[in-house]
């Protein structure tokens, strides 16, 4: 039949979520966000994220499992776990979680890359009704994905599901780890990108500081963006908004400096973005288009953009719904369903980052 239990714990979400393969509709979908947990310290903090997801897991699993009245694992038929990439000590706790599943109960297992699950998290389509979430077919190959989280901005040129090559991403940080660094640094607190997005929209999205964009642009489709967390810094310490010798918001800082700021950092980002993929369009023009993912695409300025960059260049756009664009288990389910229905199974023996 293939029904697939898909677990993530990557980094600070604890998830789960069963998909049938075989009818094409994610029939749970169980989500526990860490944020609050790692809030007070600005960031992840590993060794709190695998405690807390050791805590939780047996919950999540259960509950995606109940939600649908599957009081038993008899009904599934293979465990799908996300291996790599990750915070060793979270993975660990999915994967042992998911190993210990599937020999206890004569299961197939199979290991899922996480950057796989989020590029292909594009087809999962949503509903706010009670009707299930299923799998769109109007996606078509070979398409560009863009993956924006906060440990990731990567591009991949996909060929069809599970074939694809990375041909772009970033040399140090992670653009929702810009967001997250700069909403540190203006006193916005973590995470950062919804929090960037609603003082940007107080300013109307209008660009103050014109930041400045990666320097080879329009020749690479590596990004680079700690450069920019570097000129933002310099830039408020320079209007007497950061104290850079005691690393303290500063006298300066106000509401209004805080929007324009946001503002300015995030229409930057997108012309990065916009021309990031005009070149790899250039490089692979005969791609049918583009999906945007990773918690980042939850942005919605940042998906309108690239709409209507994709309406210009004559290619088609999708962006999941938001609550596929942030880690969830329904992207790993998904991605166990194709690797399922080739019997693309892993051994008990399967460790994090094989
Ligand atoms: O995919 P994700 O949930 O976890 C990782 O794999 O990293 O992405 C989390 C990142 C964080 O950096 C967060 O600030 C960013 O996604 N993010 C956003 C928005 N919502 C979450 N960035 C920009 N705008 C948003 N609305
Ligand atoms: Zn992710």
């Known amino acids: 039949m293939g029904l ?3 677990i993530e714990t990557s980094c600070d979400e604890t998830a789960a979520a069963v998909y049938d393969s075989e009818k094409k509709v ?3 979908n169980e989500v526990f966000s860490q944020i609050k947990l790692h809030e007070k310290y600005g960031g992840v903090v590993p060794e709190i994220a695998s405690r807390s997801h050791l805590e939780k897991i047996g919950f999540i699993v259960n509950r995606a499992l109940s939600n649908i009245n599957i009081n038993s694992i008899d009904s599934i038929d293979c465990v799908a776990v996300t291996n790599k990439p990750g915070l060793a000590g979270a993975l660990l706790i999915g994967l042992g979680f998911a190993k210990g599943l599937a020999w206890a109960n004569n299961k197939k297992l199979l290991g899922v890359d996480h ?3 989020h590029v292909f998290s594009s087809f999962i389509t949503g509903t706010n009704s009670n009707i299930r979430d299923s799998i769109r077919d109007d996606i078509e190959f070979p398409h560009i994905s863009l993956v924006v989280s906060g440990g ?3 591009i991949y040129l996909v060929k069809d599901f599970g074939v694809y090559d990375l041909i772009g991403h970033t040399l140090d940080d992670a653009a929702g780890e810009a967001f997250d660094k700069v909403s ?4 916005l607190g973590y995470p950062g990108g919804p929090k960037i997005e609603s003082f940007a929209c107080k300013a109307k999205f209008f660009d103050f500081f014109s930041y400045p964009r990666t320097k080879d642009l329009n020749k690479s489709l590596n990004f680079s963006f700690s450069g920019l967390k570097t000129a933002v810094l310099y830039d408020l310490v320079k209007r007497g908004a950061y104290d850079l010798n005691h690393g303290i918001i500063a006298n300066n800082m106000t509401d209004e400096l805080r929007e324009q700021v946001a503002s300015s950092l995030l ?4 012309d990065i973005f916009v021309a990031k993929l005009k070149l790899a369009i250039k490089k692979f023009p005969h ?3 583009i999906t945007f993912t990773g918690g980042v695409a939850c942005n919605k300025f940042l998906r309108e953009k690239l709409k209507n960059f994709c309406k ?4 088609d756009f999708v962006s999941p719904p938001a609550k596929f664009c942030g880690d969830n288990a329904s992207m790993v389910a998904f991605v166990g369903g194709y690797k399922y229905n080739n019997s693309n199974f892993d051994t008990i023996t399967l460790d994090i980052y094989d």
């Open 152 to 154: 990731h901005t990567s």
């Open 26 to 28: 994610i029939l749970s």
């Open 312 to 315: 210009d260049m004559g290619k």
């Open 115 to 117: 950057m796989e699950a």
């Open 267 to 270: 229409v930057c980002m997108s």
């Open 184 to 187: 540190k640094l203006i006193g």
């Open 287 to 289: 791609v049918c288009g």
């Open 4 to 6: 697939i239990l898909g």
